[in-house]
């Protein structure tokens, strides 16, 4: 399973930011920001040398961000679907450092909180010990979620949702969804109209993306994709 995870992110970019420099660094030169800075280019003959100081740099950084991934793991979520979730998740743990993980049915089950160092062979085991149960109360695993994002020191936080969007129990999820920094929805599985609806609701609420699985089997790919552009407002 992990060599799998391993397989789908060889192409997949760790979310950066572009960090300015001034001069001397390692980056690459950016033209803008130095004309801006007042850098007046190479000077003629009988001028003095411009000041190197105005010179700017970029280079890409690492992104450090926490995202809390929220599983729906109601009675629906059985076999297959369990391990390919298990997946899903091994790839975000892979190229995001910190991932806490929560699972929901009926209620809310934190599997790993904000801040705990757990590998993503761990996490893989303890998603694959959820029991499939339960019905689905999207609005438990969403303040569940954002509890733990509350308690994280980064910066930029999102959440990303798994789910097919058919709450039959709980608050609104809409209205959950909302409280979020930036939530990223999921749609999984048989795309319903009442599902569609809620997963449209839920991304545009929380000013995020959404994406959809048509078949199970599309999820590593979609969770993929959504490592390079998690962070992209």
Same mark, same amino acid.
């Given at each position: 399973m992990l060599a799998r995870a391993r397989a789908l992110l060889r192409h997949a970019s760790r979310p950066a930011r572009q960090e300015e420099l001034g001069w001397p660094g390692e980056?690459?030169?950016?033209?803008?920001? #130095?004309?801006?800075?007042g850098f007046a280019g190479l000077p003629r003959a009988g001028q003095a040398a411009p000041d190197p100081s105005a010179l700017r740099l970029v280079r890409a950084a690492p992104r450090t961000a926490e995202v809390v991934a929220i599983l729906d793991m109601s009675l629906s979520m059985t076999g297959e679907k369990i391990a390919l979730v298990a997946v899903a998740v091994a790839i975000l743990k892979m190229k995001l450092e910190l991932l806490p993980v929560v699972?929901?049915? #009926? +209620?809310?089950?934190?599997? +790993?909180?904000?801040? *705990? @160092? +757990? $590998?993503?062979? *761990? @996490? +893989?085991?303890r998603v694959l010990e959820v029991p499939a149960q339960g019905y689905t109360n999207i609005d438990a695993g969403l303040r569940s979620g954002l509890a733990e994002l509350r308690r994280s020191r980064e910066r930029e936080r999102a959440g990303l949702l798994f789910t097919d969007g058919v709450a039959n129990v709980g608050g609104d999820p809409v209205r959950a969804a909302a409280a979020f920094p930036r939530l990223h929805v999921i749609h999984l599985g048989d795309h319903n109209p009442q599902g569609a609806r809620c997963c449209r609701e839920? $991304? $545009?609420?929380?000013?995020?993306? @959404?994406?959809?699985?048509h078949t199970w089997g599309d999820l590593p790919g979609i969770v993929r994709r959504a490592v390079r552009e998690l962070f992209r407002s």
């Open positions: 980056g690459e030169l950016d033209l803008d920001r #130095t004309l801006d800075a699972a929901f049915d #009926t +209620v809310a089950h934190p599997l +790993v909180r904000a801040g *705990e @160092i +757990v $590998s993503a062979r *761990e @996490i +893989v085991r839920m $991304s $545009s609420a929380g000013r995020g993306r @959404i994406y959809r699985a």
